[in-house]
């Protein structure tokens, strides 16, 4: 099993930032992917980025290429994502989500899900 705990949520203005963090805790693997995904209501849950933990290959949705970054600190077992000049759509639960497998852009490639932090952006 693995536990995914998110923070960093939040309620910012148009333009703002925001950095969530996930700590990931319990069994280890050898190679892994984490990922970012997020779900407006009434809509599905989609990718947003991804990083490997063995390479560091990071993957992005389009809608947040060049404003969000995601980066990890292996001693601390934490993964985060860098969000800058957000926008109102971007108002969704993000969750953290851990993947054994190769493949990051879907919901259903992953094992393991966080409980969720809210992210608001006010227009």
């Known amino acids: 099993q693995v536990q995914l705990v998110e923070s960093g949520g939040g309620l910012v203005q148009t333009g703002g930032s925001l950095r969530l963090s996930c700590v990931a805790s319990?069994?280890?693997?050898?190679?892994?992917?984490m990922g970012w995904f997020r779900q407006a209501p009434g809509k599905e849950r989609e990718f947003v980025a991804a990083?490997?933990?063995?390479?560091?290959?990071?993957y992005y949705a389009d809608s947040v290429k060049g404003r969000f970054t995601i980066s990890r600190d292996d001693a601390k077992n934490t993964v985060y994502l860098q969000m800058n000049s957000l926008k109102p759509e971007d108002t969704a639960v993000y969750y953290c989500?851990?993947?054994?497998?190769?493949?990051?852009?879907?919901?259903?490639?992953?094992?393991?899900w966080g409980q969720g932090t809210q992210v608001t952006v006010s227009s």
């Open positions: 990083i490997t933990w063995s390479g560091g290959w990071t």
């Open positions: 989500a851990f993947n054994r497998g190769t493949n990051w852009g879907r919901p259903a490639y992953y094992d393991y």
């Open positions: 319990g069994r280890t693997f050898s190679s892994y992917i």
